[in-house]
């Protein structure tokens, strides 16, 4: 089981990134907790020192299995269904900027919130006409460089389309790219998903990276999530990524990063969870 945990690269409204602030300080506090990767949510790939990024990363033994995209959206609101087509570029230029870092260390890039809402002021059918437009530009830029793309289903309370695993799945499959593929996120599924193992077994080899959060959004072992059962149905599929926590970095990052990578440790090794 190869696990991560998100850490932001900016100061960042989003809540649901367990470190931020001072990044080798972080770097090195995720690596002492036993952590294997940090997944990095970079706002804009040119107000990072990237080489310097690197470097630390590196110097922490951490691999960085997936770039969060998100707070282009929340900090900035760019999206792909914007009303504004200069908007809506800007949202696809910001996405192949992350393309050069990604493929340096073969980290997937997560469109979530990026991929916008569908705005009142026009069709549903446009706005996933533009949101297509955009993935199917992205991941030719990207496959061109050997990187992968994952869409999140995001749960029906902070967006208003494509909530569920199987519309995603659909989503995907309209867009037709080889390279493009999906995050799940246990946070999200259990609102939207009448049963969170048959989801992900939905999902397949389709899944290119993993978020985990209990049914509260803090560490697992905080909820009611059964973690056992999802992830030995996560790797039935055949995956061999890494997991990565999105929580709440409640009562603080630090204790919520122990807790939650304690407890996966501690799992039964069942044979779906060995080696991985």
């Not at 909820?223 to 059962?229: I, R």
């Amino acid at each position: 089981m190869k696990i991560s945990i998100c850490l932001s690269t900016n100061p960042a409204r989003f809540s649901a990134v367990s470190f931020k602030g001072d990044l080798e300080k972080n770097l090195e506090t995720i690596s002492a907790l036993g952590y294997d990767g940090v997944e990095l949510a970079i706002r804009d790939p040119r107000l990072v020192d990237q080489d310097g990024l690197t470097a630390l990363v590196r110097k922490y033994d951490l691999e960085v299995p997936a770039i969060g995209t998100g707070q282009a959206w929340g900090e900035e609101h760019l999206s792909y269904t914007d009303p504004d087509e200069n908007v809506r570029q800007a949202a696809i230029e910001r996405t192949i900027s992350h393309i050069p870092f990604a493929r340096r260390h073969g980290a997937v890039i997560i469109i979530g919130l990026l991929r916008g809402l569908y705005p009142e002021s026009v069709s549903p059918t446009q706005a996933n006409a533009w949101m297509k437009e955009a993935f199917s530009y992205c991941c030719k830029a990207a496959g061109a460089s050997g990187v992968r793309i994952a869409f999140e289903p995001i749960n029906r309370f902070e967006v208003n389309s494509l909530n569920s695993v199987r519309q995603g799945l659909e989503f995907i499959e309209h867009v037709g790219a080889e390279n493009l593929g999906m995050l799940l996120d246990t946070f999200h599924m259990n609102i939207e998903e009448p049963n969170i193992e048959d989801s992900i077994r939905l999902a397949g080899e389709r899944i290119f990276h993993f978020h985990y959060a209990d049914s509260n959004r803090w560490y697992p072992g905080a909820g009611h999530l059964n973690f056992d059962s999802l992830l030995t149905a996560l790797y039935s599929t055949g995956y061999n990524g890494y997991i990565s926590g999105e929580h709440m970095p409640d009562p603080d990052a630090v204790t919520s990063a122990r807790m939650g990578i304690t407890y996966l440790k501690g799992l039964g090794p069942g044979p779906e969870l060995e080696d991985m």
